[in-house]
């Protein structure tokens, strides 16, 4: 059998979900840092819906904020650019996913399930180990699987051959999916996210989350991200509900041993936090 060429029928679909337009307008003017704050909040006060959800998200318990948050512009004092842009990105891709779901929406919601239990994750760790930036890593989370969702829209057969293959073996997901295509969730991941855009450091813990590659531009959000994922699939387990040893890459072990092994008591205490960005995001 041939292994499927994904990212060259991954270039002729068109209708491959895209950021809204001004959540992508106002990223690229993030970026560039030339744009006043006042334009910046100006761009994405054009997609009013996304305004309303970065408002209930900044007024939420997950900030645990005191003062109410009353207009973007205050959001983007009181929070920083960098926390509302990682927002606008967390929830317009969670959006667009949503938007454009056509097959397996169980599978579906059991990987944002997944994505946001690393993002929360990765955000504790953050918190913990003062590694990286939480909300950096929140997105790292959140969006690290994206691969596993144009996977699951986009090559169903794919997705339903590797769920197989994983578990006739058993194998992961990576080494069921190696032996199928000659792409990557990861691969794939990154494909989009250079599609779309979005932030170097971004893209590397989407295109290296599981290789740990040394060239990608942010090393420390990549190994948080990197360790929440090993980390919920040891505790919460895989896509298919299979327990898989922590086993992280050397340099993640090194960086936070005490987490790594204490998982077991503070992991627990982290889980309705779990449950809250699930209900948040997911509106269940
Ligand atoms: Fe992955
Ligand atoms: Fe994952």
Redesign the pocket.
């Known amino acids: 059998m041939t292994k499927q060429d994904i990212l060259t029928d991954l270039d002729k679909i068109n209708d491959l979900p895209t950021l809204p337009v001004a959540a992508f307008k106002f990223n690229q003017m993030v970026a560039e840092g030339t744009a006043s704050m006042k334009e910046i909040s100006i761009a994405l006060g054009q997609d009013q819906a996304i305004v309303l959800k970065i408002l209930k998200m900044a007024n939420s318990a997950f900030f645990g904020l005191r003062k109410k948050v009353e207009n973007l512009q205050h959001a983007v004092v009181i929070l920083g650019i960098n926390t509302v842009r990682n927002a606008v990105l967390s929830l317009s891709v969670v959006d667009c996913f949503k938007a454009g779901g056509k097959e397996n929406t169980g599978d579906a919601m059991s990987l944002w399930k997944h994505s946001l239990a690393v993002a929360v994750t990765g955000q504790y760790l953050s918190q913990q180990t003062k590694v990286s930036t939480p909300d950096d890593c929140f997105v790292g989370g959140l969006l ?2 994206v691969g596993k969702l144009v996977l699951l829209q986009y090559f169903p057969q794919t997705m339903d051959s590797v769920r197989q293959a994983m578990a006739e073996k058993p194998a992961s997901f990576l080494m069921a999916e190696r032996e199928l295509t000659n792409a990557n ?2 691969v794939i991941g990154g494909a989009l996210a250079k599609k779309w855009r979005l932030p170097e450091g971004l893209l590397g813990v989407i295109k290296n ?2 290789t740990m590659s040394s060239s990608s531009v942010d090393m420390d959000r990549l190994k948080v991200v990197h360790a929440a ?1 090993i980390i919920v699939n040891g505790y919460l387990g895989d896509y298919l509900g299979r327990k898989w040893p922590l086993s992280t890459h050397p340099s993640v072990e090194a960086l936070m041993k005490k987490r790594l092994n204490t998982v077991d008591i503070w992991f627990p205490e982290i889980e309705p936090h779990i449950q809250e960005a699930c209900s948040f995001f997911l509106e269940e």
């Open positions: 690290h699987d969730h990861a989350h599981h994922n």
